[in-house]
């Protein structure tokens, strides 16, 4: 049973390995419930009003809407949700665009039991809270610093044609090739050609590295709607 007082979370992750480990990793903490889990941003959306937690926990990169996308929707339904971004994708940049949509903390998904715990806690209470060797002094830094990186970004969006953008953005939700180029009406070879030459364009070799940064274009457009 519930205790009326007890944290009540929706967690958010396209991977159900990892929500199963959070879910198990919370489940001897009494005054914190998982009450429910979405597998992409949509699903998320979609069980937010009638689940009504104290907080999410949000992957960033996800299929079809990704975590900042679906948070920021929620939010405009919700002024007052809380939202704790999990991400693979560490950096101070990530902390901004965050910090930037509204959300009151991140961590990287290898962060141990205790923090994670602590974190939720930080969070629900109203506080921020992204990474124990970030305090509030810092946070005003990354912010100042990352309000003219941003602009920078956008500027080097400009080289991209809109097909590559669309793709890109695709890309930022999990999709492949194969994907793509159904959601397009194209074929594969031609979503290949277009991935060629931003990876070329970029100097990028792997494609971690390609989505790392279609995951930030991504979040860089959402932003400009803020």
């Known amino acids: 049973?519930?205790?009326?007082?007890?944290?009540?979370?929706?967690?958010?992750?396209?991977?159900?390995?990892?929500?199963s480990g959070i879910i198990s990793l919370l489940d001897d903490?009494?005054?914190?419930?998982?009450?429910?889990?979405?597998?992409?941003g949509k699903e998320l959306i979609d069980c937010y009003p009638n689940s009504k937690p104290d907080l999410l926990l949000i992957?960033?990169?996800?299929?079809?809407?990704?975590?900042v996308e679906a948070f920021k929707i929620i939010k405009k339904s919700d002024p007052n949700v809380k939202a704790l971004f999990l991400?693979?994708?560490?950096?101070?940049?990530?902390?901004?665009?965050?910090m930037k949509i509204g959300a009151k903390g991140l961590l990287g998904k290898n962060t141990m039991k205790g923090e994670l715990v602590y974190a939720i806690k930080t969070v629900n209470e109203g506080?921020?809270?992204?990474?124990?060797n970030c305090n509030e002094e810092q946070l005003k830094e990354i912010e100042k610093k990352y309000k003219q990186i941003m602009v920078d970004q956008l500027d080097d969006f400009v080289q991209f044609t809109e097909?590559?953008?669309?793709?890109?953005?695709?890309i930022s939700k999990g999709m492949t090739s194969q994907e793509i180029a159904e959601a397009l009406d194209c074929s594969k070879k031609n979503v290949d050609y277009h991935r060629s030459k931003v990876m070329q364009r970029l100097e990028i070799?792997?494609?971690?590295?390609?989505?790392?940064?279609?995951?930030?274009?991504?979040m860089v457009n959402k932003l400009i709607e803020t």
């Open 59 to 67: 992957d960033i990169s996800m299929p079809i809407v990704n975590g």
């Open 127 to 132: 506080n921020r809270y992204f990474g124990k």
């Open 163 to 170: 097909t590559e953008k669309i793709i890109l953005e695709y």
């Open 29 to 40: 903490e009494p005054d914190i419930h998982v009450i429910n889990e979405a597998e992409n």
């Open 205 to 218: 070799k792997t494609l971690p590295e390609l989505i790392s940064y279609a995951v930030r274009f991504s």
């Open 87 to 98: 991400t693979m994708y560490e950096g101070e940049e990530y902390i901004y665009y965050t």
């Open 1 to 19: 049973m519930i205790k009326p007082e007890s944290i009540r979370i929706v967690i958010a992750d396209d991977h159900k390995l990892f929500r």
